[in-house]
């Protein structure tokens, strides 16, 4: 449970504006949708696909490393892995067995499958969207594993979109779709309040001082 009145000496330390500012954005946020990105190689795509995250609502994604390391280049995030809470694995097994005890769906992006596209996505079940790397995709175990599998529709010769691209599009069409849904999308209460503390902690430079000091009037 949250510490609240924790939090709420804390907010002392922020202003108004910032409080609202976090009431409002927690207001769109979900973990009905979320994302796994899988080995991309470019460090930059990775933490575009953050920033997309973060833009479009979605709190919680999934980076599965096992091949490359961490790839996430806080240059491009621009601060968004700040807001957006990011779980690591060191292989799609582990990933999609996590999501699946969450309640998750995994779906697949890929533009080879013709299962399911964008203006057709139904989007009232808990949804993992995987993306895979630039070159090759998502790996078989993803592939074999999933549950169903989503492509954006193409008019060009191109066949594929940068994996940043495609999440942008993607996220915002369906968080989109979402939010006009009657499904309980939205973040829970409790969830609400972890985030606007973990978020009031992370806004104040010296949080460290702060909190040894709120321990002494215990």
């Not at 000496?9 to 409080?19: A, D, G, H, M, P």
């Not at 990011?86 to 299962?115: F, W």
Request: aromatic fraction near 8%.
């Amino acid at each position: 449970m949250t510490d609240r009145a924790l939090l709420t000496y804390l907010e002392n330390f922020i202003s108004e504006e910032r409080k609202e500012r976090f009431m409002a954005v927690l207001q769109m946020r979900t973990k009905h949708i979320t994302v796994a990105i899988e080995d991309v190689f470019q460090m930059h795509n990775t933490s575009a696909v953050i920033r997309s995250c973060e833009v479009f609502g979605v709190q919680e994604a999934h980076v599965i490393e096992g091949r490359f390391g961490k790839r996430l280049d806080k240059n491009i995030a621009m601060g968004a892995e700040k807001w957006v809470d990011v779980k690591r694995y060191e292989n799609a097994h582990d990933c999609m067995a996590t999501l699946r005890e969450q309640g998750y769906k995994i779906i697949a992006t890929t533009p080879h499958a013709s299962d399911c596209t964008l203006s057709n996505f139904n989007v009232e079940d808990k949804t993992a969207l995987f993306f895979g790397t630039e070159r090759h995709g998502l790996s078989k175990t993803v592939l074999d594993d999933a549950d169903g599998f989503l492509k954006i529709e193409m008019a060009g010769f191109t066949e594929s979109l940068n994996i940043s691209v495609s999440a942008a599009i993607i996220l915002q069409d369906l968080t989109t779709k979402l939010r006009s849904l009657t499904v309980a999308w939205q973040l829970t209460e409790e969830e609400k309040l972890e985030k606007r503390l973990d978020w009031t902690m992370k806004s104040i430079k010296s949080i460290d001082a702060i909190l040894e000091r709120y321990q002494q009037l215990k």
